[in-house]
């Protein structure tokens, strides 16, 4: 599955999101348990609790790039994220409809070696 880097979103009243935050080990040692807490006010403070689900998983795979988190439908890939990261994402993704392009995961690309 591609993540979603169209800009384009759901209208707020047809928006139902799930967020996944990282709890694998890497991403607990960067500081994702202390960022939960972050997450869940800021959707509580934004009036989205009815429509955000948000759970703890195990490791996303991009532990060079945590704490993680993923927003679903999409799925859209957040990294490196802290909480100031976290309240743009509830405002500008989960909020405003557009993704957060500050914060996206925007994989490594590797120079590969021509024979």
């Not at 599955?1 to 967020?19: G, H, T």
Request: glycine share 6%; net charge negative.
């Amino acid at each position: 599955m591609s993540p979603l880097i169209d800009d384009e979103l759901p209208e707020a009243e047809e928006r139902r999101y799930r967020v996944h935050l990282c709890f694998g080990p890497n991403c607990t040692e960067r500081g994702s348990r202390v960022l939960m807490p972050v997450l869940e006010q800021a959707v509580q403070e934004a009036g989205l609790g009815d429509s955000v689900e948000i759970l703890a998983t195990t490791c996303r795979n991009r532990c060079d790039e945590g704490p993680s988190m993923n927003v679903y439908p999409g799925p859209t890939f957040y990294n490196r994220i802290d909480a100031e990261a976290i309240r743009a994402i509830v405002a500008e993704h989960l909020q405003g409809g557009h993704i957060c392009s500050a914060h996206l995961y925007r994989p490594r690309i590797e120079k590969r070696q021509r024979w």
